[in-house]
Each structure stands twice: as C-alpha cells, then as structure tokens.
C-alpha cells in the first residue's frame, strides 16, 4: 500500500470515519485512498472554510474528531478562520494538508507556500510526515493529538511523495495521555471557596451538557454559590430540565455589573472571563477589584472528574439542582419582530435540537426567549471570527443525524461561508436556516458607537451596510439547491418555521423585520 | 489626530487613494478615520478573500498599491489565499490588519491569534506599530516597501490602541529603493547567448505588456532568439499588433516537448520554468538536459533598463517586432461548445479589454481562439490558489473605470469568493463574468489521471462533483444583485455576451455546454 491508503486505513482502524473535504490538485493520492475506502464518509465543501467549520461542529456534538482535508497553504488559509473558532471552542480536528514532494519544494513552483508555518500559528500540533514510511505512525500521533486535552488542532502535512511512494502499516492511534486532575488540597479549598458569601464557579467545556452539567447543577444547590458561564460557549445545554446557570453578557460594561458582587470566582473548565476587545478607559477583566480568581481545572484538564471531586467535597452527590421548569409562550401573530421570532422558536423548537447560534446581534434578543423550551443543545462563535454558523450546523447534522439542527445565522455572517449551504443540500442534512437580514454589519454599527463614534458619514455607511444592492437570500438558498422562503410577518414565520422543523431536509427562512 | 487618522492621511498624502476593506470590530476608529476623508474609496468585500483579491487586480493594472482592511488573525487568514496569488504575482499591497490594543493582550480573548506569524508566513514586510505616535511612519514605510522590488506584499498591524492614541504626522512614503540593474558584462553575455542557435528568452512581468513587450519583440526579430512566456501570468497583452510570443502551457508532458530544442534559456524578469507539480517519475523541471538557463533579470529587477540595455546590445532599437495580426473569427451559431465560446469571444472583445482568466480548464479550450483579437490584456492565476478571479475583476475594474473587464472563471473556482459579485453590483463595476458551469472540479478529474488513476468510486465523484444539487448560477447572481443568464447555444451565447459588452455595468452569463 501507499502512504495515502495508509493514513486512511489508520484513520479508519483509529475511529476516524469522517471526512470534511475540500481537495487540491496536491492530494491526489489521498482522494484515490479515499475512494478505495467507501466505509469513509467524504462531505465535500465548496470552500476550505466549509471543511474546519464542520469539523469543529462535529467534534462539538459527537466529542470525537473528524479529519479534514486541505489543499496546500493558501487552503489552509481559507480554512484558518474555522480552525481559529475551533481552537478557542476546545474543539480537536486532524486536518491534512497535502504539499508538494519533497523533490520539488526546492523550486518556487506557484503553489509554494509556508505549509508548517501557518500550522503552526493556529495548530496544538504540525509534523510533515518525512516520507512514506512514517505517514501510518505520523497519522496516529495526530488523532492522538487531535484527542488530547479535551481536543486539539492536529494538522499533518503530506508531501506528495510521502502519499504515493511504498508505506507500512495501518497503525491504531494509542489512547490520548490522562488529563491532569487538581490535587485534594486544591478541591478542598475550593470547596470551602464556594461556601463563602459572594462565591461564584465559572464553568466550561463539557460541564455545560450533560450528566457533568447536572453535577455543576447539584453543587451550586448545595453551596449557595452562583453558577455561571462565559459569553461564547461552545456547546451548552438549555431549556426544560437543565440546571439553571447565569450567562455573561457580551458588552463589557453589563458584563462588569453582572460580576460586581462576586467575591470568589473558581473556575473549573472554564478560561477567566476577559472584555472581548479592550475600549479606550475601561479594563480588560470584568470581576471587580480584590475578586480573587482561582483556576481550579483548566479547560484542558479533567472537568468531569474535578466536578465529581467538588461534588463529594461539598456534599453534593445526592442534592438536586435548581432546574428550568418548561415554559412555552404562545405562537405569535401579526407584525415581525426578533422578540416574536424567539417566542416562535421557543414554541416551536422540537426536544432535543441543536441550535447553531451565529445571529450574533439579532441573536441577543431571540435567545433569551428560549430558556425554557423543550431541551435543546446550543452551539455558538468561540473565536469572534464570523463565517462558522453554517459549517458548523453542517458538523452537527452529520454528528447527529437523528436531531433536528436550527441555524440562526447574521446576513453579513452568513456570507462568509454560504457555500455550505451547498454542502445541507448535498448530503439531505436535517438543517433549518434562518438568516437576520438586517442589511449589515449591526455588530459594527455597536462598535463604532462603542469607541466613541455617534455620528457617521459615506465612508463607514459603506462599510457597515449591506443594501443598494440588498442580498437575496431566497434567490442565494435556491442557487445552492435549498428551498427558501422570505417573511416579513409573525404568521409567515411561524408557518415557515414549523414547515422546516417538520420536514427532514435543509430549508432557509429569510426574516425581514420590519 | 489619533494614530487611526494619521495612517488615512499618510496613504492620502503617498498616493493610495482606494481601500478595499472588510472591517471587523478591531478597526472601528480606522474606519472612523477613514470615514472623515471621504476623498479615500473604500469599496466593501463582503468576505476578505475580496479585498486581497482585488487589491491584487487593482495592482495588476495601474501598477500602484491599493490597501486591504482585515480582522485580526482570521481575518488575515480569510484573505490568505488571494495575498499568496498576489504575491506569486509580484504584486504589491498594503494589508492593514487590526489587533487588540497592546495592553490587552496577554488576556486569552476570543479573538486574540497569532497576527505577525500568520503575516510573516506570506508577507514580504510584516511590523506592528508599537505605539500611536510610530502609526504614521510606520505607514510610510509600509507602502514604501509595498511599492520596493516591482511590487511587494506589506502588512502593517495595528492594535486598537495605536489607533485611538494621540499620534503625529502624516507622513508621506519615500520613494522605493533603485531597483538592482544587471552588470554590462552580464547583458553582453545575454545578448551573445540569444544569438546562438537553440536560444530563448523567456520574459516576465512588465515585460508582458506595453512598451517593454515591444521591446522584446524588438529582441527577438533581431536575434532570431524564442520568445517565450511562463504558463500563468499575471498580466500578458494579447492581440493585434502584440509583439508575437510562445505561452508555456500547463501539463508537464507538454511543456518539456515545448523547451525539447532550447539550448539556452535567458531569463527577464521571470523565474525559471518549473513543473506545476511534481508527478511520479516525472522531472520537475521542463528545461532538457545540458540546457544553460541564466538569470539575466530576475522578477524584482530592473526588468525595463535590462529590455533596453539588452535591445542596445543586440542591435534591435529600430527593429519591427513580430506582430500579431488582427484575424476576427465568424460569430459562431448553432449547439454551444466551448471552441464556439472562445470564437463569439475573440469576434465580440472590445480593444483594449481586460480579460481576468480563471476558466482553469475551460479557458484551455476557449483563450487559443482570442490570440488575434483586438488587442488587450489578460490576467491569470499565478498562484494556483483558486477563488481569485472574480476579486481580480473587482480590482481590475475599480483600476480602470473605463475599460470593459470579462471575467472567465470557472464553476468550482467561483464558488470561493462569489461575495465579489455584490461588490460588484454595489459599485455599478463594468465586469461581464462568464461561468463555466462544467459541474465539478475538472481539473481534480484530470489531475487524478495524471497520477495514475484512470477510474474512480464513489468517493472520488463525491469529491470532484459539483452535482445533486447543480448550482445555479443565474440564482445566485441575482441573490448577490447581478442580472443573470443560462445559455445553451451558442446564439444565445453570442447575444447575451454582446448585450454585457454593450451594457454598462456587471452580468454574469452561465456558460452550459452540451
């Protein structure tokens, strides 16, 4: 066999079976592999951008990688930004990049890139796999990395020999090294942290969803302490039946209201809270000075035995959290509204969906009336780069086949990676997409007024909205293959909205508010 | 003024008068900036793979620099791929990248990423303004360095606060270094060399058009020498009255018939000719054996003084180059091929159009047609990065208003940057663009085969086509604001083409051959 077939049959033999895929002139031999292999399932994407997106959506539903497959550097350029989202999201991937042969990278050929360079301002882990023999071993090290500290970018390079020529194996991945666990003093003294007036624990990761989620629940029931979580969450479970916790807000002002009575902040899977950007007089970190910060478990380390340590600590084990009872607002009628879509979503949202939220100003006012709809899981930006909502409700469809996905997606957002909307259509992914045509960059408009800006003239209007001429989401949906429908009315969406979430493959709803 | 307004008024002052930008929230007081000088063009890409796209067109036809405005990191990244074609190309930009404010970076935000290494990996000049009051040198040099060696790659990062800081200036760019000039023994030896029997000179950059392509013709009908060009191109005149010269062309077989007879390669402002890949068994060179290749001029010289210097040599001041004459095919009629594409183009071409070519395989069958059309430019893919042709159209035209710009590009390619569409809608730009709608990744077909893999599963289809569902093209260009047409055969072809030609502003004509 060759390296190529080699590194698919590693894949395969290690539980990879998943391949988001966007390749290159450089991976021929990789895609003859694949095709030799039907027992691998190939997604394509029409843009690099597609493939990281959905792998990091995957990875988030399923906790498991898929690979990607990526054309040399400036493939891996269009794929930067997802694999940057990714990163944050604590999400793992193994992305492939082929690369010239060896023999050839001494030529400026035009495709000549800085491969292990942009690996590596993005990636946990790059190795280029020195020639065939190695690629089976290399591949290996790389789901093993891309498994490691809760999830990792892993990007192995293939020089296109080291694909074609004589190879070795398959190889296993070996299991990822154990994740580090806080030693009994420090759970002790958090213990005795969350017991104290003004107490907070900040949590993250996979103590949002889940049997770990119920644990956080148990322990903020039993101490008396807040239980709260950043503002861009990977995944977080909500609705009916979740323990209650409270969610940082995104403008840093509120964000510093809402921590100015806390005392303690323990954090256990979870980076300390920091300002998305910095604004000119006021501070970088949110908790009020004295606050003292404690890491307890970091994002990488072991979240759902530290949780089961804080449990037993506390006294926990058997205490019942303070759950969201269901709640679901009557279907609203008349004008549109974003408050009306939310109460439309909330009534309408079926248990157990995964909801892909990128709306990411039309979304501060339709979330919040979700918290108590049937229970759902939550996908959000991690990283501030827009263009992940749709390659990412591309991901978890395919994790999840069996879930209804919703996408809430901003106009200028959805732009950056339309092209997955190609990729719904494709594979008959059980996708409802909503798109905020609010004819701009309304976050921008925010951040302008945010510095100081009030008043704005031809220059930045240029820049911030998207009109003259306006976008047509029905007409961009129908050139992908996916059926949309404009509305401009509460009853029209509602309809729309309940069509798509009884039917079984993508639809788009374009919301015009008035 | 703060840092924000002295980099505006420094660009101003050097002569850099048009920006194509994608802000995110990190630049908002650049745009406020920009926004108090209303004599600076913004044009906004609605994905950064528009604006280094465009600033490379841009380039490619005035031969000056525009600038980019990216996000940070992703940002940068999503602009990556189209920066590494530009570079390929020789031309220059200037990148401003926004980063958060120095003090705020030690803190793990979710935007924060590595934005001098993701620059440096394909950055010819890379520096981040360490303070408000260096902002306006800081530009000055960047543009200087953009403006250095024919053309450069400069970016130039911006954290928040070295533009909301109080700053000095404006500045105004010095002008670039000299550019290095060969020896006169060097440019004997080349003229002596091209005289000999079996020689060539293979041209490069500004040597491609205008009148240092006249030049060569003049070197060429002197010494008898070949007069030869590489595969991609960023710029190449082309029609009557265009100084005749030899395109190497792409498959590696091909190309090393093409050079079988050369006994020297004399090289001016070009590098030398590499295979596009490496392939098993084959060289990645195409040059035979024994073959003496020098570099009289390399890409970043004085390609100009060397052509005339060179022209003194040998003796061909006053000599007539071969010219092309000017030879209009019959407006074709009947089923659509896309021979008769490329004989309804070369009848229907405008002098003095500017033909952007990204129809990667499509344009192999229809650009021989236009070779004695009247005369214009034609601009390519030099990077092998694909998602560059409609950017390019964008720069092109923004470059220059008043010539008719035809954009040749192909289905799959088109679908990485179709934003640029609405850009074009939204500045009225004059681009007739023609999608070839072939359905897939033709050249993967091809490029499995030259590997050695002459049939493929299902895997494999599913990775090289671009069907269930086929994109339609004439929806997608009216959901980005572009008026649309499908056509079959070769009259329609023919007179939606000429009513483009005719028409003032952008189309798109999708391209179904039988």
């Given at each position: 066999m060759n390296g190529a077939t080699s590194l698919v049959k590693t894949m395969l033999a290690s539980g990879v079976d998943t391949v988001f895929a966007n390749p290159g002139t450089s991976e021929m031999h990789f895609v003859a592999a694949l095709d030799a292999h039907p027992d691998m399932r190939c997604v394509l994407c029409l843009f690099e951008g597609g493939t990281s997106g959905a792998a990091d959506g995957y990875f988030r539903m399923k906790r498991d990688v898929a690979g990607t497959l990526l054309h040399l550097a400036p493939g891996f350029g269009n794929a930067f930004a997802n694999i940057h989202n990714a990163r944050k999201a604590g999400s793992g991937m193994v992305n492939v990049m082929g690369d010239h042969a060896i023999h050839h990278l001494q030529y400026e050929s035009p495709l000549k890139g800085d491969t292990v360079g942009i690996s590596q301002t993005v990636s946990h882990w790059t190795r280029m796999s020195p020639d065939a023999t190695s690629v089976a071993s290399d591949g290996a090290d790389a789901i093993r990395a891309a498994r490691s500290r809760n999830g990792q970018i892993a990007t192995l390079i293939l020089p296109a020999d080291t694909a074609w020529d004589a190879a070795e194996g398959p190889m296993t991945a070996a299991a990822p090294p154990a994740l580090r666990q806080p030693d009994a003093a420090a759970v002790d003294a958090a213990a005795r942290q969350l017991q104290q007036p003004g107490a907070a624990l900040m949590i993250g990761?996979?103590?949002?969803?889940?049997?770990?989620?119920?644990?956080?629940?148990?322990?903020?029931?039993?101490?008396?302490?807040?239980?709260?979580?950043?503002?861009?969450?990977?995944?977080?479970?909500?609705?009916?039946?979740?323990?209650?916790?409270?969610?940082?807000?995104?403008?840093?002002?509120?964000?510093?209201?809402?921590?100015?009575?806390?005392?303690?902040?323990?954090?256990?899977?979870?980076?300390?809270?920091?300002?998305?950007?910095?604004?000119?007089?006021?501070?970088?970190?949110?908790?009020?000075?004295?606050?003292?910060?404690?890491?307890?478990?970091?994002?990488?380390?072991?979240?759902?035995?530290?949780?089961?340590?804080?449990?037993?600590?506390?006294?926990?084990?058997?205490?019942?959290?303070?759950?969201?009872?269901?709640?679901?607002?009557?279907?609203?009628?008349?004008?549109?509204?974003?408050?009306?879509?939310?109460?439309?979503?909330?009534?309408?949202?079926?248990?157990?969906?995964?909801?892909?939220?990128?709306?990411?100003?039309?979304?501060?006012?339709?979330?919040?009336?979700?918290?108590?709809?049937?229970?759902?899981?939550?996908?959000?930006?991690?990283?501030?780069?827009?263009?992940?909502?749709?390659?990412?409700?591309?991901?978890?469809?395919?994790?999840?086949?069996?879930?209804?996905?919703?996408?809430?997606?901003?106009?200028?957002?959805?732009?950056?990676?339309?092209?997955?909307?190609?990729?719904m259509a494709r594979e008959g992914l059980d996708v409802t997409v909503i798109i905020f045509a609010n004819r701009g960059y309304q976050i921008l408009r925010d951040e302008l007024k945010n510095v100081g800006v009030n008043s704005y003239g031809a220059n930045a209007q240029a820049m911030f909205d998207v009109e003259g001429p306006e976008l047509d989401w029905v007409a961009l949906a129908k050139g992908h293959g996916v059926p949309g429908t404009r509305v401009t009315d509460a009853d029209g969406f509602a309809r729309v909205l309940r069509a798509g979430i009884e039917g079984d493959g993508p639809s788009l709803i374009e919301v015009v508010c008035g």
């Open positions: 990761g996979v103590a949002l969803f889940g049997a770990a989620r119920e644990i956080a629940g148990r322990i903020a029931a039993r101490t008396g302490c807040r239980l709260v979580c950043d503002t861009l969450l990977a995944r977080i479970a909500k609705g009916a039946g979740t323990a209650q916790i409270e969610q940082l807000v995104y403008p840093v002002t509120p964000k510093i209201a809402q921590l100015a009575d806390v005392a303690s902040l323990t954090l256990l899977g979870a980076e300390r809270p920091v300002a998305f950007f910095a604004y000119p007089g006021k501070p970088s970190l949110p908790e009020p000075p004295g606050c003292a910060v404690t890491t307890l478990c970091a994002p990488e380390e072991d979240i759902t035995w530290t949780l089961n340590a804080l449990a037993e600590a506390v006294g926990a084990v058997n205490t019942e959290p303070v759950r969201t009872t269901l709640n679901l607002p009557a279907v609203p009628t008349g004008d549109l509204t974003l408050a009306k879509v939310g109460q439309t979503l909330a009534a309408l949202l079926p248990e157990n969906a995964i909801v892909c939220n990128e709306a990411i100003t039309s979304g501060r006012e339709v979330m919040p009336h979700t918290q108590a709809s049937r229970p759902h899981d939550v996908l959000g930006g991690t990283g501030g780069a827009i263009g992940l909502g749709l390659p990412m409700a591309v991901g978890a469809a395919m994790a999840c086949p069996d879930r209804k996905v919703v996408a809430l997606i901003g106009d200028g957002t959805a732009m950056y990676t339309l092209q997955s909307l190609w990729s």
